[in-house]
DNA sequence: CAATATTATGACTAAAAGTCAATGACTTTT
DNA sequence: AAAAGTCATTGACTTTTAGTCATAATATTG
């Protein structure tokens, strides 16, 4: 990597940690383009080069930390289903109290538009979470951990509708549970119920 | 009512009806304040008089017919706990189908942002939900349907949670299954995941 | 019908998103 | 090592749109 491409990833991430400050502390409606780039020290138009439009710095850093944690889920094979699953609902939930309420908000407004198409981004990006969480299903079903007839595409949206209407809820009270919490208390027992008419 | 508050009255239905028909089509952040006007027959001041914000439109029809059907609930005391909330999944589902996808991606960005709280509600909207189902649950240890030491708080919120999940799965999917369909398979079994060890 | 109150208007302001020609630091070519 | 070429960066500029407000039109009241 040259003097050139280091300078410009410098600045793109000197850019997604601008943004992340200010969002943290006052949520994206409030902050303008010009004060991203006055916090990461470079001119407006300099914003521009990077991401399409003012939105697309969101989906940034909401789509990185779940596709690790996907990875992460993937290759580890240990473990049976539930626990693979619950694990992975722990993370998401640890993902979610990390960025703090501000981000996950605007992160759910991220998903559920289908405007805000990451410019870096082929695709919509909740197809990742879909895709994911699907092999994960499939590749049960190859190691007789689900039974063979396990309709799941509908599980798929099913699991997932418990991870993000726990968000969507923690949002709505303005942060009136813990995440980790309700993920100790529910998930393993919301996955048992959605799955146990499925499991071998 | 006299003629001048009847015009009034129309004027902030023709609003509603012109925002209602161009958020089906494009989405929110597509249309602007003066399309709305335009195809409303005002003027742009006009909008204003009536909302204090763009925002604020969308309140006005999503809030209302949730309203209603817990409204319709409450007064549904002839059935079992489980069966009567399987009828306000199916309603808000109905619901949720009939408004169509952009405005229920509104509503979500609406309900998690603390910042949108309508100028004629006085504190934030989910509260109405939350409220609405813990009475219900409450009733429900009143008349020996659940258990005394019931944790009505967080099953409340686990219940919400399901609801918004589904619609904020259904939004990120971009609508590809029946909310209604969704609602019959799964609201029930769910339903007595969350209640069964608290049901007398 | 004159005085008063209310609703409606649209030109205007303010703010912020997004553009682009000019710059100069770095890279490649000769 | 000098010239040619490339590309990240800049900030003044344009465009868009939310939101305001003095004025006009219309209705009510006494």
Chains 1, 2 share one sequence.
């Not at 930390?65 to 996907?70: H, L, M, S, V």
């Not at 923690?170 to 998930?187: A, I, Q, R, T, V």
Request: hydrophobic share 35%; glycine share 4%.
């Amino acid at each position: 990597m040259n003097k050139r491409q280091q300078s410009a990833q410098n600045t793109r991430k000197k850019l997604i940690q601008a943004a992340l400050k200010l969002l943290k502390e006052k949520g994206f409606k409030a902050i303008n383009v010009e004060e991203i780039t006055k916090e990461a020290g470079v001119a407006k138009g300099t914003f521009y080069i990077y991401f399409k439009r003012k939105e697309d710095i969101i989906s940034e850093y909401s789509r990185y930390p779940f596709k690790e944690i996907a990875d992460e889920l993937k290759n580890k094979q240990d473990t049976n289903l539930i626990d693979r699953l619950t694990h992975y609902f722990y993370r998401f939930m640890e993902c979610v109290e990390f960025h703090g309420i501000n981000i996950c908000r605007e992160w759910i407004k991220d998903v559920i538009d289908p405007n805000n198409i990451n410019n870096s981004q082929d695709g919509q990006k909740w197809v990742y979470d879909f895709e994911m969480l699907k092999e994960i299903l499939e590749n049960a079903v190859q190691n007789n951990e689900l039974k063979k007839d396990t309709p799941i595409e509908l599980l798929t949206h099913l699991i997932i509708s418990q991870l993000y209407g726990m968000m969507t809820c923690w949002c709505m009270s303005d942060g009136k549970f813990e995440p980790l919490d309700w993920s100790d208390k529910f998930c393993k027992i919301q996955l048992n119920s959605i799955l146990k008419e499925f499991l071998i």
